[in-house]
T-cell receptor, first 114, second 113 residues
Framework: NAGVMQNPRHLVRRRGQEARLRCSPMKGHSHVYWYRQLPEEGLKFMVYLQKENIIDESGMPKERFSAEFPKEGPSILRIQQVVRGDSAAYFC????????????FGEGSRLTVL | GESVGLHLPTLSVQEGDNSIINCAYSNSASDYFIWYKQESGKGPQFIIDIRSNMDKRQGQRVTVLLNKTVKHLSLQIAATQPGDSAVYFCAEIYTGANSKLTFGKGITLSVRP
């Protein structure tokens, strides 16, 4: 039973480019959460999605950031026109229900903006 | 505002000793608490959880204690091993609608051989 899969594990972008981070939840999980982690800090909630729906995006910047979780395929976190401050580790987690039971995390995608 | 924080940024313990990692939370409505372990370069890994209707829960070598009166959570690791070296996060949530899991800043546990 594969865990939460994230790719790419490492991504380097120049300022102004776009970054796309993908997350495939665990089998049978329909709830996906994205968190951002800056160096030496905890994880900050960004967005919570269910299939085809954004449930809570209160932690996501209003501009340049978007997320989706289509009916088929992985969840995508998209960052347009990246800036150096976007450099961070982005973690995806999934669960069977809304925060019911264990929240399983992926290994993260580390974005570096030059 | 609501926050979850840890008392100490780093903890160094001798291999074989018991470790105690403390966490304070401020949202009295939180009813579910989780400890995560994060090794370098990896994602957070669930260790143990506890609901607010309990004050103690034991796992394998780990025990979580919850004191709702002072809003304090602790993680006890028995016979600490080198493999326990990692960053530990406490997280809290009120499991009602529109809630989110809130993480503390993390504490680094370093195990001396």
């Amino acid at each position: 039973n594969a865990g939460v899969m994230q790719n790419p594990r490492h991504l380097v972008r120049r300022r102004g480019q776009e970054a796309r981070l993908r997350c495939s939840p665990m089998k049978g999980h329909s709830h996906v959460y994205w968190y951002r982690q800056l160096p030496e800090e905890g994880l900050k909630f960004m967005v919570y999605l269910q299939k085809e729906n954004i449930i809570d995006e209160s932690g996501m910047p209003k501009e340049r950031f978007s997320a989706e979780f289509p009916k088929e395929g992985p969840s995508i976190l998209r960052i347009q026109q990246v800036v150096r401050g976007d450099s961070a580790a982005y973690f995806c987690a999934s669960s069977q229900g809304h925060y019911t039971g264990e929240l399983f995390f992926g290994e993260g995608s580390r974005l570096t903006v030059l | 505002g609501e926050s979850v924080g840890l008392h100490l940024p780093t903890l160094s313990v001798q291999e074989g000793d018991n470790s105690i990692i403390n966490c304070a939370y401020s949202n009295s409505a939180s009813d579910y608490f989780i400890w995560y372990k994060q090794e370098s370069g990896k994602g957070p890994q669930f260790i143990i959880d506890i609901r607010s209707n309990m004050d103690k829960r034991q796992g394998q070598r780990v025990t979580v204690l919850l004191n709702k009166t002072v809003k304090h959570l602790s993680l006890q690791i028995a016979a600490t091993q080198p493999g326990d070296s990692a960053v530990y996060f406490c997280a809290e949530i009120y499991t009602g609608a529109n809630s989110k899991l809130t993480f503390g800043k993390g504490i680094t546990l370093s195990v001396r051989p």
